[in-house]
């Protein structure tokens, strides 16, 4: 399967680099692909560039999409050439993955509408208005509806990934690759010990 | 402080990237700079393809240099160019950290000799043939002797950096730093579960 990720300006690390990290070391299966709106080098506020291709080269069926979040999200929710091409590519996927923030985007396409989803809940409310008529579920490491995979905060991405791959390959699979990496995985998507934490300090 | 990371080819991308994202959203602490030997594009069997400054342009004396593992560690150990820079640059910083197989590329510059330090268990016996005189420690999150922290497997090196942080800016900091990106993070650094599923496996 192809993994394609949406770049963009100010991209959160982490949440482009677990679920990479997770699928490709899994190369038989995953194949991992850098896109974003112009192509070329793509940068964030934690000195990290890297080299993208264009998604307008995106044209068939992809299996999977995996979209980011970042403080660049606040921005790309009113771009509307990236928000009309992760409708089209994300129509075009058998599998779109969100994480943190990057909900927002997929969100503005009106493709999550009528169902469940979660986001990053320190950024909660912003969210919620790109995506009025979604089914928010606010305690969820991560949340499955149909072809969506939508996480939790930036770490969230990881199981979430690690679960799409349970869900695929089995749980016993995900766990040997969550151990290769000496990786704490939750694996229950409902267990979230950071809403409490966020009940608490909010 | 600045953080150097040291970039090779085939360098595993959550062994960078996730001490990246909790040192660098911390921005008024810690600078992330990407450095490579000759400079320009790195890239990974991850497909991942990130810019890089040059090695020879540190010169003075740095606060942390960032040693991350993957299977280039296998070539570079040979690569005596690389191996000089790794030993420079060291001494010129305040903290060495290294995450996974990346202790074998500071064990092979002798600076790690009849000190304690950690690896990434599934590649051990390896990694010890690069630092026959380091005292290793097998059983470890990570191990910190002198001004050298060592971790164990790729995401051990997000509980290192937590724990680094922790020293200097107190645990309660370091939560709220994990709780942000809503990691759950290993605070012992002697709490090593992957070790006791080792010895089931092996």
Redesign the interface.
């Known amino acids: 399967m192809t993994v394609s990720v949406l770049m963009f300006d100010n991209f ?3 949440d ?3 679920p ?2 997770i699928f ?2 899994h ?1 038989e299966h995953y ?4 896109c974003s709106l112009s192509g070329g ?1 793509i940068t964030n ?7 993208t291709e264009c998604l307008s080269a995106i044209k068939e069926e992809i299996d999977i999409f995996l979209i980011p979040g970042g403080y660049g999200t606040r921005v790309e929710v009113d771009n509307l050439l990236l928000i009309n091409e992760v409708r089209r590519i994300s129509k075009l996927s058998t599998y779109v993955l969100t994480v943190c923030t990057g909900t927002s985007l997929l969100a503005k396409t009106g493709l999550l509408d009528a169902k469940y989803a979660t986001t ?1 809940k ?1 950024a909660y409310d912003w969210v919620l208005t790109q995506g009025p008529n979604v089914k928010w579920i606010k305690k969820a490491r991560w949340v499955v509806d149909d072809k969506y995979f939508t996480s ?5 991405g990881m199981d979430m990934t690690l679960g799409f791959i349970s869900e695929r390959q089995g749980v016993e699979f995900a766990r040997k690759l969550a ?6 995985w ?1 694996e229950d998507k409902d267990e979230d ?2 809403f409490e ?1 966020y009940k608490i ?1 909010s």
């Open positions: 959160e690390t982490l482009v680099f677990g990479v990290e490709a070391r190369k194949q991992v692909l850098f080098l506020d934690h000195g990290v560039s890297i080299m990053n320190r939790s905060g930036v770490s969230a151990y290769t990496i000496e990786y704490n939750v010990r950071f934490e300090s």
